[in-house]
């Protein structure tokens, strides 16, 4: 599956309960369709001690959501948008520019 997204880009939560929270992109799993968002979709996890210096206890942990449920946050307005592609070139060489659809500014 090819993903528009990528790590480190800041996004805005469509859908599910944390609708309306942005952040930025921690990780992408391409061929699961999901991404994981910095303060979204938080979990409590139990955990074990392993050894002396990982301790037990109770973790919030960030899990994944689906790419289809997150926008890419536009650098111009502030609000979300989709993701398009153009061709730039540059004394001869093309390079493919990944660009905000509703300002065409690049991201």
Do not use: W
């Amino acid at each position: 599956m090819k993903l528009k997204l990528r790590k480190g880009d800041r996004v805005q939560v469509l859908q599910g309960k944390d609708r309306g929270k942005q952040g930025t992109i921690l990780r992408v799993f391409p061929k699961e369709g999901k991404v994981i968002v910095e303060g979204v979709n938080t979990v409590k996890r139990h955990t074990k001690p392993r050894s002396a210096t990982s301790p037990g206890g109770i973790i919030d942990r960030d899990m994944p959501v689906p790419v289809s449920s997150v926008a890419v946050i536009s650098p111009g307005d502030g609000l979300p948008t989709r993701v398009g592609y153009r061709i730039d070139e540059v004394g001869g060489v093309r390079h493919k520019v990944r660009v905000c659809k509703r300002t065409g500014a690049e991201l």
